[in-house]
T-cell receptor
Framework: AQTVTQSQPEMSVQEAETVTLSCTYD???????LFWYKQPPSRQMILVIR????KQQNATENRFSVNFQKAAKSFSLKISDSQLGDAAMYFC??????????WGAGTKLIIKP | SAVISQKPSRDICQRGTSLTIQCQVD?????MFWYRQQPGQSLTLIAT?????????ESGFVIDKFPISRPNLTFSTLTVSNMSPEDSSIYLC????????????FGPGTRLTVL
C-alpha cells in the first residue's frame, strides 16, 4: 500500500525567506502523480503544485517549486520569498491508480513578519 | 477549475440525530469524494461517489452510517446518521474530472459538532 510521510509537523520562516517542506512516499508503481495542497485557516483546500513521476524536470509555479527525487521517493516543496499569505497547512499527496489521493499528515507553516 | 459549495457550512446537532450535507458543483464532474478531517489533521477518505453507481466506501466507513447519494453529475449528499460526539469533525466534498493526474477541487467544508 502507498504511504505518504511528512516528518515536519510545523515549520516557521521569516517573511521574504525561503522554506522547504519535506515529503517522502512509498509505492511500487512507476507512473503516478504527486501533489502539494495548501489549506489556509479559512479551510478551503487548494492545489499548489503537481508533479508527474515520469517527468524528470521539477515542477514550478511562480514562487513554489519542488525537488522531486524519484529514486529516493522524495518530493519536497520549496517556497521562495515567503509571504504572510503563505501561512497554512500544507499537505503532500500521492495519486494512486484509482485516482484517489493518499495524504500526508500535513505541515503547519508559520510566517514570521 | 470547479466551484464547489457545501451546505450547511456548520451545524450543531444532538446525539442520535442525522444530518445531510449537500455538495453542489458548478459543472459536470465524473468523480466526487467525501472526506472527514479533524481540525489540524489530515484528511480521511470516507467514500467515492460516482454518478449512476453505488458509492465505494473506505475501510471503517459503512453505508448505514454514511449513506451517500449522487443523483447527477453536479450534486451529491452525505448523511451522517445516528450521530455521536465522535462524529464531530469537518466534512469535505471534493470533485475530479477523472483521468490520471487530474487534481481534486475542494469545497469549503461543513463543520459538524455533535453534543
Amino acid at each position: 500500500a502507498q504511504t505518504v510521510t511528512q516528518s515536519q509537523p510545523e515549520m516557521s520562516v521569516q517573511e521574504a525567506e525561503t522554506v522547504t517542506l519535506s515529503c517522502t512516499y512509498d509505492t511500487s508503481e512507476s507512473d503516478y502523480y504527486l501533489f502539494w495542497y495548501k489549506q489556509p485557516p479559512s479551510r478551503q483546500m487548494i492545489l499548489v503544485i503537481r508533479q508527474e513521476a515520469y517527468k524528470q524536470q521539477n515542477a514550478t509555479e511562480n514562487r513554489f517549486s519542488v525537488n522531486f527525487q524519484k529514486a529516493a521517493k522524495s518530493f519536497s516543496l520549496k517556497i521562495s520569498d515567503s509571504q504572510l499569505g503563505d501561512a497554512a497547512m500544507y499537505f503532500c499527496a500521492f495519486m494512486d491508480s484509482n485516482y484517489q489521493l493518499i495524504w500526508g499528515a500535513g505541515t503547519k507553516l508559520i510566517i514570521k513578519p | 477549475s470547479a466551484v464547489i459549495s457545501q451546505k450547511p457550512s456548520r451545524d450543531i446537532c444532538q446525539r442520535g440525530t442525522s444530518l445531510t450535507i449537500q455538495c453542489q458543483v458548478d459543472s459536470q464532474v465524473t468523480m466526487m469524494f467525501w472526506y472527514r478531517q479533524q481540525p489540524g489533521q489530515s484528511l480521511t477518505l470516507i467514500a467515492t461517489a460516482n454518478q449512476g453507481s453505488e458509492a465505494t466506501y473506505e475501510s471503517g466507513f459503512v453505508i448505514d452510517k454514511f449513506p451517500i447519494s449522487r443523483p447527477n453529475l453536479t450534486f451529491s449528499t452525505l448523511t451522517v446518521s445516528n450521530m455521536s460526539p465522535e462524529d464531530s469533525s469537518i466534512y469535505l466534498c471534493s470533485v475530479s474530472r477523472g483521468g490520471v493526474g487530474n487534481e481534486q477541487f475542494f469545497g469549503p467544508g461543513t463543520r459538524l459538532t455533535v453534543l
